[in-house]
């Protein structure tokens, strides 16, 4: 058994929510701890490429070989703007 005290403006929502969704208070604050700990603990699992995959990549030039020859493409680049 456990024993929570509430602001008055949270155990407001809470009657307010139950009430909305036919249920008992208590079966809500179940179903939120529930939520609250799943999102907890795949929060936990994240890793920074997990976190960053959809940026990677997003503003890529497309040429895959940039890191290989980026020496022979900055010579290029700087004899085309010292040929003008």
């Given at each position: 058994?456990?024993?929570?005290?509430?602001?008055?403006?949270?155990?407001?929502?809470?009657?307010?929510?139950?009430?909305?969704?036919?249920?008992?208070?208590?079966q809500?604050?179940?179903?939120?701890?529930?939520?609250y700990f799943e999102?907890?603990?795949?929060a936990?699992?994240?890793?920074a490429?997990?976190l960053?995959?959809?940026?990677?990549?997003?503003?890529?030039?497309?040429?895959?070989?940039?890191?290989?020859?980026?020496k022979?493409?900055?010579k290029?680049?700087?004899h085309?703007?010292?040929?003008?």
């Amino acid at each position: 058994m456990l024993t929570v005290r509430l602001t008055d403006e949270l155990e407001h929502r809470l009657d307010s929510f139950a009430k909305s969704e036919h249920q008992p208070k208590s079966q809500v604050v179940k179903d939120a701890l529930l939520f609250y700990f799943e999102n907890k603990e795949e929060a936990k699992k994240q890793t920074a490429y997990t976190l960053g995959k959809e940026m990677f990549g997003k503003y890529g030039s497309g040429d895959g070989s940039l890191s290989a020859n980026y020496k022979e493409k900055l010579k290029e680049k700087l004899h085309a703007k010292n040929a003008h």
